[in-house]
């Protein structure tokens, strides 16, 4: 039997002709989703954008009334410079579900997953084809249709 690494690298080759090209690593906590997107950049040669950590590191040299004109632009730079051989692979996106920045996470994934595969950790859950992101009338709450991405789940 395969390993879950070799399932998601099959994966991966496999949305390759798809429109939108984006997998998101479903799990609960501790289930080894950053783990299994470690091993995929091994075996890719290639670096996981950590968005939490990179975004606020250049978020942090912009005022605090402009963070939210800059942090598209700033997240388009990092993709593009993170992404290679038309793989990009994401984790720690908790940060831009943060309302003072006014983006919508999943489109952005989505928006970058036109031009080329896309590997992401998602830090919510999935439920009855309905994506969410924190508990109902929590402020970051999100909930999203899975339409336009491959959902991968980890137990």
């Known amino acids: ?14 949305i ?16 080894g989703k950053s783990d299994l997107l470690e091993q995929l950049s091994a075996r890719r040669q290639t670096r996981v954008l950590r968005v939490g950590l990179t975004l606020s590191r250049e978020l942090l040299t912009v005022p605090g009334t402009r963070r939210h004109f800059q942090a598209l632009d ?5 993709a593009a410079s993170f992404g290679s051989h038309g793989l990009l692979l994401i984790d720690n996106i908790e940060i831009l579900f943060d309302r003072r920045l006014q983006l919508s996470p999943l489109d952005l994934l989505k928006r970058y997953a036109h031009a080329r595969r896309v590997v992401a950790v998602w830090p919510g859950e999935i ?4 994506l969410s992101y924190a508990t109902t009338g929590h402020p970051e709450h999100q909930d999203y249709g899975i339409d336009g991405l491959v959902p991968f789940k980890i137990h």
């Open 1 to 14: 039997m395969r390993d879950k690494i070799d399932d998601l690298e099959v994966l991966v080759d496999d």
């Open 127 to 130: 439920s009855e084809d309905r």
């Open 74 to 78: 700033l997240l388009k730079d990092l």
């Open 16 to 31: 390759s002709g798809l429109n939108s090209k984006l997998v998101l690593l479903i799990g609960p906590p501790q289930s």
